[in-house]
């Protein structure tokens, strides 16, 4: 039981350029989330699947994208990176959307050049 | 705009002292307010709380909400040198609405 697992732990990449970050679970939780941690700013909210087949935007959505590809695989797609998304980028799960907390993964750093 | 301000910022202590953390918040729409501890990596959970004034409680840590007041603490006696890490805390704002705090950054000194 890995819980949740994030590749890649390091990236670095040019403005312009594209990636996706790929998160998966394996607890069969039914919500995933996409956070960014920036010092001294605590996490804030990119977008969320509440199940599978369905994605919203959190707090900071512009210049992301995310596919729920099945009930375990969560990914965010950054098409054209810029300095300003150098983060930490976490992704989480839940098992519902009710009174549980999240799980965590252990990150993926990303450095926009 | 609903917002969590968590305080101090930082925090250096000595082990054995006993600590207090404070997370206050703002929203529109409280469902919960969870606290989690940051070492390397990922957060890992320490406490959910909904209910005002019930105490929760692991080992040497605990911690209560104050409804009235819109603020929780979190307490950690008998500090150990493993308890530096960044203490978070959050605020379920409406469903799947999770607002975190900045975090206060606590340095426990042998």
């Known amino acids: 039981n890995a819980g949740v697992t994030q590749t890649p732990k390091f990236q670095v990449l040019k403005t312009g350029q594209s990636m996706t970050l790929q998160c998966a679970q394996d607890?069969?939780?039914?919500?995933m989330y996409w956070y960014r941690q920036d010092p001294g700013m605590g996490l804030r909210l990119i977008y969320y699947?509440?199940?599978?087949?369905?994605?919203d935007k959190g707090e900071v959505p512009n210049g992301y994208n995310v596919s729920r590809l099945n009930k375990r695989e969560f990914s965010l797609r950054l098409e054209s990176a810029a300095p300003s998304q150098t983060s930490v980028y976490f992704c989480?799960?839940?098992?519902?959307?009710?009174?549980?907390?999240?799980?965590f993964g252990p990150g993926t750093r990303l450095t926009v050049t | 705009e609903d917002k969590v301000v968590q305080s101090p910022l930082s925090l250096v202590v000595h082990e054995g002292d006993t600590v207090t953390l404070n997370c206050s918040y703002e929203?529109?729409?409280?469902?919960?307010l969870l606290w989690y501890k940051q070492e390397k990596k990922a957060p890992t959970f320490l406490f959910m709380l909904?209910?005002?004034?019930i105490e929760k409680k692991s080992g040497r840590l605990s911690s209560i909400l104050d409804k009235k007041e819109l603020s929780s603490i979190l307490n950690i006696t008998a500090t150990q040198t493993g308890d530096s890490a960044i203490y978070l805390c959050?605020?379920?704002?409406?469903?799947?609405?999770?607002?975190f705090g900045a975090g206060t950054r606590l340095t426990v000194k042998p």
């Open positions: 989480a799960s839940r098992p519902v959307t009710t009174t549980y907390e999240q799980y």
């Open positions: 607890m069969n939780h039914n919500s």
């Open positions: 699947s509440a199940s599978e087949g369905t994605t």
């Open positions: 929203v529109t729409n409280f469902r919960s």
């Open positions: 909904t209910s005002s004034g």
């Open positions: 959050a605020v379920e704002a409406g469903v799947n609405d999770m607002r």
